[in-house]
């Protein structure tokens, strides 16, 4: 087939298709189903009806280009696309994890509408594609799903590292003496292909064909041809079904064959009820497609994006223990699955928007995931991001992608051989073109070069670095840590040490908002600090107070570390978010308490708001930060020393708080429990709190009950053993979820409870959140006296 225009080049400018035939300035579409909304709440606004998915800054960025709609209007209807369109985080994956209300039916339809002559020319091929995994809706989908898994759990991948390793090897050999090479020509396209196909036992004699193919399976599905052609595009499309029909008249000749669609054919004939005929064909025809196109995609985003940011390259060279989060992260900042696609089977809510019964929706992951409201500093690359693995290129809950970890293991793999074999590479000056479509992103090409002089291999020294092992799945955050120095080392009060932290090259430190904190590695200490500096310095500012009586980190902290020693940190994060749009603020510090709110008061004080802080600690000597938070917010400070007989009156201060207004606290236990018996009775969200130090969560087998849970997102039952936690059986499942600190303090394992009892053994739910039962947190929360639980996960 002719390739449609890519991107870069002319835009592709069909003729007017129905989707578009609402055009610019088309009515509000609630207007049509007769909701009744204020004008102010009219989701077209000028820059809804501009959005263009096929041409302009969509097509060159798309998270950038949705950064207006994150900011002001998350959830929009586009007249010239005819979809509702999702930019924020929280709310993709809450479309994605109801796939009642919020059908998968429309994930393959094609988004330009065929022409007639089009239609035709399928119809010629006896094209029928139906549903495959990626559309069919429940329960027929989760059934079909739970017993075409296996091949796809970690434990089975890892036999399949070998063979990626080699292919990849194979293909490097024939280009590394070149010094220029097209890397997706080269390899980027070819061996995912290969590997796909070697996965699904799929002959490999026809790559070409299958290439042509995957193009235009693209084009008809998420892109926006011409008229003209549509037509040649049905005849690839056509020939395609013929072909993939061929492959499995030939598969199933071969009852022994290995590879997934072997087992599809299988369970076929075993069980057709589940998985019908139909399915087969139109799941080859998708698979071909899914299993390889979005690797290459990625992969070849993920080298331009690592080769345009050099200094993230040169430390993936030079520590490759970083390359499984470096992927990650490229999979979070540019990833191939830019939008995917739902429709609403009832009258649904997103955000605060509400949408009539059949709404299609674009859910932009893309922007997601650079949504700073859930990435710190989201719309940077960072290879040290510690939440990089929350992602939503993947998607999320049941309908994830199942290949997800064969992907992850092939970028993984190119990065280790090629940091490995070719360190010194380098992007080639070129123009980037893409291929223009609403769903699927990454270069046509990507020129490196390199002087062949200066491989490892032929140098004197003789030979390249060795691989380390990695095991298939989502990276282990053990890893993820960047080098700082020590910049300054000063006394902040008694017992109270300040650390100036700086970039160890140099570099600016990622941004950060009020609240967040970073992980400091010292020896074997990982401890956790909330950073109180100035959010626009280059480096950071934290204050470790000395506890004689903790575990031995604070302690160690204080006698180790010097002006000038380089150190390991992970983060920063942001567990204790400040919400920015309440009407005036009560920050209430205990002792060491104060450093994240010192950050809350800077940003309070800079977005103009109201408020006041309320500062305890033993006596003046002790208590940190205390100048520079009186001359900084001169006014709105009250200092209670214990030592002055001063107490702060929490009753006092819950009961002058005006309506409408947050309180945000850290410090000793006893404060933070006083705060929640006074504000028991006010509305939900105006107490935030952040402790200091967990209870003891360590499991004890002999008084620990096994249980199982209920896994609703994901469709699948798991037995959580009385030696380990929930949090672990999660992870072990193959199921992402993020954790951070496993001692119940940070709060980043949640998970939504949807039935049964919970023992709640953390240190961030409320106790109201505790008595609603609707949350917990998987690392140390079990489920009481050994009931089932169900989550929404
Ligand atoms: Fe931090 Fe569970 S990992 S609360």
Known sequence: MNRPASSADTSVDGKTTEAQRTGPGAACPHAESGAALASDQCPVSQ????????????????????????????????????????????????????????????????????????ME??????????????????????????????????????????MVRRLTREKMDAFIDSGRVDLVEAMLYEVPLNVALHFLGVPEDDIAVLKNFSVAHSVNTWGKPTDEQQVAIAHDVGQFWNYAGKIIEK????????????????????????VPDSYVHSMMMAIIVAAHETTSLASANMFKTLLTHRQAWEDICEDPSLIPNAVEECLRYSGSIVAWRRQTTAPARVGDVDLPEGAKLLIVQASGNQDERHFEDGDQFDIYRDNAVDHLTFGYGSHQCMGKNIGRMEMRIFLEEMTRRLPHLRLADQEFSYLANTSFRGPDQVWVEWDPAENPERQQAGRARENLHFPVGAPSRRNIARKVRVTGVRKEADGIIGLSLEDAKGRPLPRWSAGAHIELCVGDYDRKYSLCGKPDATGYEIAVLREDEGRGGSRHIHEV????????????????????????????????????????ADRLKALGKDYAVHYSGRSRRTMALLERLEKDH?????????????????AALVAGLPEGGQIYT????????????????????????????????????????AFQVELKDSGLTLDVAANETLLDAILAAGIDIACDCREGLCGSCEVEVLEGEIDHRDMVLTRAERAENRRMMSCCSRSQAGGKVKLAL
């Open 47 to 118: 820059m809804a009806a501009d959005f263009d998915a096929f041409t302009g800054p969509y097509q060159v960025d798309p998270a950038e280009a949705l950064r207006w709609s994150r900011d002001q209007l998350p959830v929009f209807f586009s007249p010239r696309l005819g979809y509702w369109v999702v930019s924020r985080y929280d709310d993709i994956k809450s479309v994605f994890r109801d796939n009642i209300t919020f059908s998968p039916r429309n994930a393959l339809e094609k988004i330009t509408p065929a022409t007639p002559e089009a």
């Open 121 to 162: 020319v399928l119809k010629s091929y006896g094209y029928a594609m139906n549903r495959t995994m990626v559309n069919e809706d429940e329960p027929a989908h989760m059934e079909r799903r739970r017993v075409l898994l296996d091949h796809f759990l970690p434990e089975n991948l890892e036999a399949k590292q070998e």
């Open 251 to 274: 598969m199933k000749k071969e009852p022994e064959g290995t590879g997934w669609m072997h087992e599809t054919i299988r369970k076929n004939a075993e069980m057709p009820d589940v």
């Open 561 to 600: 570390v010097a002006e000038g020693m380089e150190l390991r940190l992970r983060g920063p994060s942001n567990l204790f978010r400040l919400d920015e749009e309440a009407s005036n603020y009560l920050l209430i510090a205990g002792g060491i308490g104060v450093t994240p709110i010192l950050a809350m």
């Open 634 to 650: 001169a006014g709105r400070v009250t200092v209670y020393g214990k030592d002055e007989g001063r107490r702060a009156d929490l």
């Open 666 to 705: 850290c410090g000793p236990e006893r404060m933070i429990s006083a705060l929640e018996d006074l504000t028991a009775g006010l509305p939900e969200g105006t107490l935030h709190f952040e402790h200091f130090s967990a209870h003891d969560t360590g499991l004890d087998p002999d008084r620990e009950t």
